[in-house]
């Protein structure tokens, strides 16, 4: 009995001995060991990574504190947006404003940004420094959906040559004359009409005011006002309103100030191409006290002066 006992420990141990020395064994082992490796090399690089653009970040941050208004301490990356609430984020202005006073620093993410509460602050920056201030804050998803174009939504010299440019037209055009105002008078008739249709019952007034702004507007650039009921004046003015609603929501409050958040937005459905149709309509080059509309005086000065 003690010689088989013997015999099996040694017939166990041969077994042993030859799956040590199995080549497809010592593969297996050489790999997972290669692999364990491989991932702590990687999991290190990207801890240093990250460690080194926080210790970046927190840099720059201690930078610019000599040069810009004090403000709440700002995460890297989120900056202050655990601080803000994003549904109504005036009042968490108004709480930092009572801590920092009426001019104060913020981050949005890793965007900077100054605050200006009170009327005495706003006037000091937009009328007495009104050239330093007469830039506009970029927002990605006004961005996105204009191209940086428009008197409303460019920045930097393209936006003051707007601006030159439109007042200076419309001051062609009567702006500040009775033209113009006849223009608002007959509009403001219309609306008139379209409360009457309502019989007295209760109403959001929101969407008539926005459809004669728009039509105003429409009348000064294109010569023609729209139908309150088109169905594809109603379909533009829909889409207006809701990216401005996304805008003021959370989720706009997140991606405005970056513009690689808007990736999943970027198939949208978005209004068709209105190239062709103003000039179609059949009053577009209507002779009025306008003499003719905006847009086609633009498009005569941009064929003058290439």
């Known amino acids: 009995m003690r010689i088989l006992g013997i015999k099996r420990q040694h017939c166990v141990q041969n077994r042993r001995n030859i799956k040590a020395n199995h080549p497809r064994h010592h593969h297996l082992t050489i790999s997972l060991s290669v692999t364990m490796v491989a991932s702590e090399l990687l999991l290190v690089a990207l801890l240093a990574c990250l460690t080194i653009t926080v210790l970046m970040s927190v840099w720059r941050q201690r930078k610019l504190w ?25 009042l968490s202005l108004m709480k930092i404003r009572e801590r920092y006073g009426p001019v104060f620093t913020i981050h949005l993410g890793p965007r900077r940004v100054v605050v200006l509460c009170g009327h005495k602050a706003v006037k000091e920056a937009l009328v007495d420094q009104a050239e330093e201030f007469g830039g506009r804050g970029e927002q990605a998803t006004f961005n996105w959906l204009f191209k ?28 500040g004359k009775g033209s113009i105002e006849e223009r608002i008078q007959e ?26 702004v728009s039509n105003i507007i429409s009348s000064i650039v294109f010569g023609d006002r729209f139908d309150y009921e088109d169905k594809e004046f ?9 990216s401005f609603q996304f805008t003021a929501t959370s989720m706009g409050q997140v991606t405005g100030p970056s513009p690689a958040l808007l990736c999943p937005y970027h198939n949208l459905p978005t209004a068709p191409p209105h190239g062709d149709r103003c000039p179609k309509r059949p009053s577009f080059s209507r002779q009025g006290p306008l003499k003719t509309s905006l847009l086609s005086w633009t498009i005569k000065q941009l064929h003058q002066n290439p």
């Not at 000599?66 to 005036?90: C, D, H, R, S, V």
């Not at 440019?165 to 009567?174: E, P």
């Open 187 to 212: 509009e403001a008739g219309f609306l008139l009409e379209a409360f009457r249709d309502t019989h007295g019952a209760f109403i959001d007034p929101t969407f008539f005011l926005s459809r004669t």
């Open 234 to 242: 109603l379909s533009l003015l829909h889409m207006m309103l809701g």
């Open 66 to 90: 000599g040069k810009l208004p004090p403000g709440p301490p700002a995460l890297p990356f989120i900056g202050n947006y655990l601080q803000l609430n994003t549904e109504q984020m005036y």
């Open 148 to 175: 940086d174009y428009g008197v409303a939504f460019s920045n930097g010299e393209r936006a003051r040559q707007l601006r030159r440019f439109s007042i200076a037209t419309l001051r062609d055009f009567g702006m």
